[in-house]
């Protein structure tokens, strides 16, 4: 829905509703700034005044706007909330220099102490975020969870299954190959660090097959570095 303020859509089959979404035409650290404000406000309002029944909303952040409308409406209807702490925000922004007003980093940190102080539950994917979550003023439970794959679902491919793939689309079945999947962006795909080991691995270019999966404002002057 982008740049549409005023759509919303439900997947019956699912059970999964699509809030409208501001979408900027150029990505721009403004511009996502928007998007995250626009979620924020349509979410807000659509949980608060929604006849759905539930008894638990779980939210996860970054971005800590979208965690911030859960846990203020869990509040409001008197329900509990679980939040899930991807990254710790804004600590990270500032370290990687994508956050440096004074007043913005302030009113971050409020809102993510407050999130972290309200909450019922609080799921980490690390045991390093325990103690820093703890001095935002956590008084709940946290729990870790560690990122990792069903291996139910997912398990490694046989030897000949990787051949065919390769073949597939035409890489080297000689090389090792290096993948990269994400974004081209600012802050913290730092691909500028990536396109530096590149050039200093250029001696193994023989035994490297390189792969990169994404898009984003930073890709072009990637591919120039490269």
């Known amino acids: 829905f982008r740049r549409v303020l005023?759509?919303?859509?439900?997947?019956?089959?699912?059970?999964?509703?699509?809030?409208?979404?501001?979408?900027?035409?150029?990505?721009?650290?403004?511009?996502?700034?928007?998007?995250?404000?626009s979620y924020f406000l349509v979410s807000f309002f659509y949980?608060?005044?929604?006849?759905?029944?539930?008894?638990?909303?779980?939210t996860s952040s970054p971005p800590v706007t979208t965690s911030l409308a859960a846990v203020i409406v869990a509040k409001l209807r008197r329900k509990k909330v679980v939040l899930d702490i991807r990254d710790l925000w804004p600590d990270i922004g500032i370290e990687l220099g994508i956050i440096r007003n004074s007043f913005i980093i302030y009113?971050?940190?409020?809102?993510?102490?407050?999130?972290?102080?309200?909450?019922?539950?609080?799921?980490?994917?690390?045991?390093?975020?325990?103690?820093?979550?703890?001095?935002?003023g956590a008084k709940?439970?946290?729990?870790?969870i560690f990122n990792g794959a069903d291996t139910s679902i997912y398990s490694p491919l046989s030897e000949?299954?990787?051949?065919?793939?390769r073949n597939k689309y035409s890489l080297p079945l000689e090389k090792k190959i290096a993948?990269?999947?994400g974004f081209f962006n600012f802050g913290m795909n730092d691909v500028d660090t990536l396109a530096t080991a590149i050039e200093k691995t250029a001696e193994k270019k023989d035994a490297l097959h390189y792969l990169f999966i994404?898009?984003?404002?930073?890709r072009k002057e990637f591919e120039e570095k490269i």
């Open 160 to 165: 000949s299954e990787k051949i065919e793939i």
């Open 107 to 136: 009113l971050l940190r409020k809102i993510v102490n407050f999130q972290v102080r309200k909450a019922n539950k609080i799921v980490v994917p690390l045991e390093s975020f325990v103690e820093t979550i703890k001095d935002k």
């Open 214 to 218: 994404g898009d984003g404002v930073k």
């Open 6 to 37: 005023f759509r919303s859509k439900f997947d019956r089959e699912n059970n999964v509703v699509y809030l409208p979404l501001y979408l900027p035409s150029k990505h721009s650290l403004i511009g996502r700034g928007l998007t995250y404000i």
């Open 179 to 181: 993948v990269y999947f």
């Open 47 to 58: 949980v608060l005044f929604d006849s759905f029944r539930y008894d638990v909303i779980l």
């Open 140 to 144: 709940s439970e946290i729990r870790i």
